[in-house]
């Protein structure tokens, strides 16, 4: 009990049970998703209230150039399937493949945001500011709502890493692991939403 | 590693004394028991629960003064006292004030302080995160009014229409100060929320089920989950206001194609929810009190439970009824209405309970319960008149005139606040250690219920002849100005009531040393907080309370005997904890929640005036967090072993343990 309010992860490998049986950080954590589901929804919402309201373009037809997003879809679907292989890895004990994994799905993060920034660069060429027109506003909004949150997962991703090479990412600490790929796997599936609300359905 | 040897410069700046004698520099955990820098480091849920409710009455003062000003303006005809631009700050500021700073800090202050005594836990989930959501909130308040001395306060109204609110109509910096004010008070409930959802579902004592919880346990859960999930909608609406005004994007902007029912929507889905955020606490404090001086259970203990949870859920269902004269069209508004008459179903089964409370109780009518009873009184006029609201096209003739007002009042003032008041007079011997007046305390009843009463009920009056509410003054001869006096006499009554308040602090701290002890259960109490010594200790509870009833606490004191009469068989003092903390391992102060709280609002005065002082402030966000991250799970004292005799040579190991520990902390934030 006194370790469970401390709030120090872990309390639940130390035997002291919580009421649910779930570690407070793995509860915060699915608390926190629930909440970041209501932010999402309201920014997607705003988005297909106002997309073609647009007065004047560039229109969304115009821009979005379906097989590159496609392409960095996918390359950030795959990194949710390093993420479960960090974490099994690490569960198994095996803290060197670990690495690889932490680091290879740090990567395919990197690569998505990459791709999400030449995306804006591309767009802000070919004429649409974030104050050109109520496309824009709303695109450039939600998803760089989501690049912030891809961005944050990697800095978790990169501080696990960095814990890693002091020695201080072993099994029983898979549960971090675990915590942080749950908000990773959660980024994935709302960019599978943004993905087809924004780019795929006209 | 090379973040964590970057930090080192950031972390110098603020954490202040107390630090230099310790062996792991900045990175060692404040020692202070006493004085300003043990509340200013604290992570003890009671501290941050007082303190709490010291910046909410703080808070009180000012938007009282507001609405002061707001009724001398009104009490003739032609008034000239505020001009129109001040006047329309004015009633912005009062109604962000009592919503944002004075309501929800107030319920966050007694969910703060009780319920981790009522489900017999020793903390909240996340102490340090329970720091920082108070402090986030108590900058975001300052942030909030300092407004004032800025280019003056908010002008659009406390839900904030846009456009109405864009750069075009309100140029001062005011709502940007509102967007990102907000936003940082938001920050601060979001925290807040999920460590509280957290403690309430993971850290019940042994046998505390949930179907065992105090119903002001069960009601701030269901606070906390409304708050997780409405804050997020408010925040997308701020952000989207703030882009709007700073950065030009055109999510408001008509003439671009924008609609001006997306932030009624996205506020309404919000604040609809918000109003049960702020009742629903004080629905639970008197759900406390009324048993206790009643001398009985509460009735219906299951449907008190299920009908808060069905509060919780309706409430998202019925937003539009703040919309139905933006031209929703027949649909839509025949919906909200039902639904909004629906949700009146679960809350008079509440007003049912209480009542069936008190019928054939032993009743003993002190301070809290005149103040419980004020409550629902209150709250039933209050509802009735939501229920005229539901009413489509009656509610088309009351939009936006002083029925609303009269309205929100009595279920936000009549209701919450009452509710608040009698839960300081309940609780603030279990607190402090000393009672407040109970005279002193009847003659403040009394007059907040005349005043409230003489200022709010003429509104209902003045609405229906047709008085628009944020009206700067009115002209003779419309007949509004008989009940407008009434109403301004009334609010300096509820002013001199709130003054008879501080001075019944004041003069029961005096004279606490007179009074008897109030020992641990002055009042014959039923939850598990009154088998805590008072004023609580530090550590809650010498050892995990394990739970058997409902009411554990009175179960203990009272048993049937062959007879099957309830006696008493053991007083309190005899079965009470007695304050040994020996056996409690507390979590560590720590100063980082408060430096991180002010990156906040340097960021957001950076956004308004310069940016160079948003960079300072993402500096210190970054270096608190790495701090925060970095800093030991324990003040060395404490620790069994010391780390004195290892010596500090493996001064790796040792930063690094607490840093992997504490990295799951930083990852709920």
Redesign the interface.
Known sequence: ??????????AADHGHA???G?S??K???W??L???C??F???IS?YL??RH???GGPTPEELFDIPFTSVSTFVLLMSSLTMVLAVSSLMRGDVRLNRIWLGTTAMLGAVFIGGQVYEFTTFYREGLG??T??F???FY?LTAFHGVHVSVGIV?L???L??S?????GPE?S??VE??GL?WHFVDIVWIIIFTVVYLIP | ????ERSSDILALPPGAGVARAPMGVFSRPRAKTGWRSWVSTVDHKKIGIMYGASSLFFFVIGGIEALAIRAQLAAPGQKLLSAALYNQVFTMHGVTMIFLVVMPMGAAFMNYLMPLQIG?????????NALSFWTFIFGGIFLNTSWFLGGGADGGWFAYAPNTGVIFSPSHGMDFYAIGLQITGIAS?VG???L??TV?????PG?TMMKLPVFTWMSLVTQVLL??????I???L??LT?DRL?????F?V?????PL?WEH?FW?FGHPEVYILILPAFGIVSEIIPVFSRKPIFGYPFMVFSGIAIGFMGWGVWAHHMFASGLGPISVAAFSVSTMFIAVPTGVKILNWMATLWGGKISFTTPLLFSIGLVAMFTIGGLSGVTHAVAPADTQQTDTYYIVAHFHYVIFGGALFGFLGGFYFWWPKVFGYFLDDKLGKVHFWLTLVGFNLTFGPMHILGLQGMNRRIQTYRDGYGFNFWNFVSTIGAFIIALSVLIFFVNIARSKRGAHLQSAPGPDPWDGRSLEWSVPSPTPEHNFDD?PVVVHFDDWWHRKYQADETGRVVKVHEPEEIAMIGDGSR????APSYWPIVMATAFPLIGYGLIFNLAISFVGGLVLLGSMVGW?LEP?DDEDQLPHGHDGNGHDDG??DH??P???R???T??D
Do not use: K
């Not at chain 2, 836990?121 to 995160?129: I, S």
């Not at chain 2, 579902?201 to 004592?205: G, H, K, P, T, V």
């Not at chain 2, 950065?247 to 999510?251: I, L, Q, R, T, V």
């Open positions: 009990m006194t370790d469970t309010a401390l709030g120090t992860p872990g919580t009421s649910t779930i407070n950080t509860l915060a954590m608390v926190y629930g909440s970041d209501l932010l929804g309201s920014l705003t209230l106002l309201r647009s007065v974030y104050t027109n109520i824009g506003s709303a909004t978790m990169m501080s696990m960095v814990m090479f002091r020695g201080n990412l600490r549960e971090t915590t942080i908000y | 590693m090379a973040i964590i836990a020793r903390d909240v989930a996340f102490p340090r995160l979001l929320g999920v460590n959802v957290v579902l993971n850290m019940r004592a505390m997780i999930f409405a804050v997020p909608v925040s997308v609406a952000f989207l882009f950065f030009g994007a055109n999510f902007n003439q671009q194609g924008a609609d997306l996205l889905i995990d409690a391992h507390l979590p991250a799970s790796d190991d690094a343990a840093a992997a520990e990295e799951e902390v990852v709920g």
